[in-house]
T-cell receptor, first 114, second 114 residues
């Protein structure tokens, strides 16, 4: 069975500082990894994905994530956070061998203070 | 990215009535659609997966007679909450997947049963 862990319920960071949101995963096969962001009372917006290729993936709004197979991690990063980045972030994994089902982490609330 | 439209965004209904939520892929054909439920400050819980023209596959613990899913076309899936009760109040989110790797999410529907 596939699973995702986001160890931090909330991350606080000052505007302009680097932001990191952690994610580790467990799958039996090769993982497809995703990051989504959710604003209050809204659906999820796709940020980026790792399927294959370069371990460093660049996505929307200046976010990037690094796939680390040995540590089974896919941490989300942004070099300089904005107040508007304050939202709920979800990491998700899909094991192609398990079909199209996405498994989500518990989510991490990011609060960027001015 | 692709657009998924979910309607209505908010609905209030009386206990015992049924509510239908629509999920449309506006600019792509969704071979697979997913329905999630999200409790406050929690992650998304997959309820069911539906493929166009076939019966939905429900996750363990989800009552298929209560949460009716219809995926009659490649651009439309509906979720009907039958005989709704206050405990069904939640945020429901659909997502749609075409031929690509990522799924796109609707805006979500806030259901309140009074």
């Amino acid at each position: 069975a596939q699973s995702v862990a986001q160890p931090e319920d909330q991350v606080n960071v000052a505007e302009g500082n680097p932001l990191t949101v952690k994610c580790t995963y467990s799958v039996s096969g090769n993982p497809y990894l995703f990051w989504y962001v959710q604003y209050p009372n809204r659906g999820l917006q796709f940020l980026l994905k790792y399927i294959t290729g370069d371990n460093l993936v660049k996505g929307s709004y200046g976010f990037e994530a690094e796939f680390n197979k040995s540590q089974t991690s896919f941490h989300l990063k942004k070099p300089s956070a904005l107040v508007s980045d304050s939202a709920l972030y979800f990491c998700a994994v899909r094991d192609k061998a398990a079909g199209n089902k996405l498994t989500f982490g518990g989510g991490t609330r990011v609060l960027v203070k001015p | 990215g692709a657009v998924v439209s979910q309607h209505p965004s908010r609905v209030i209904c009386k206990s015992g009535t049924s509510v239908k939520i629509e999920c449309r892929s506006l600019d792509f054909q969704a071979t697979t659609m997913f329905w999630y439920r999200q409790f406050p400050k929690q992650s998304l819980m997959l309820m069911a997966t539906s493929n166009e023209g076939s019966k939905a596959t429900y996750e363990q613990g989800v009552e298929k007679d209560k949460f009716l899913i219809n995926h009659a076309s490649l651009t439309l899936s509906t979720l009907t909450v039958t005989s709704a009760h206050p405990e069904d109040s939640s945020f429901y989110i659909c997502s749609a997947k075409g031929r690509g790797d990522e799924a796109f999410f609707g805006q979500g529907t806030r259901l309140t049963v009074v």
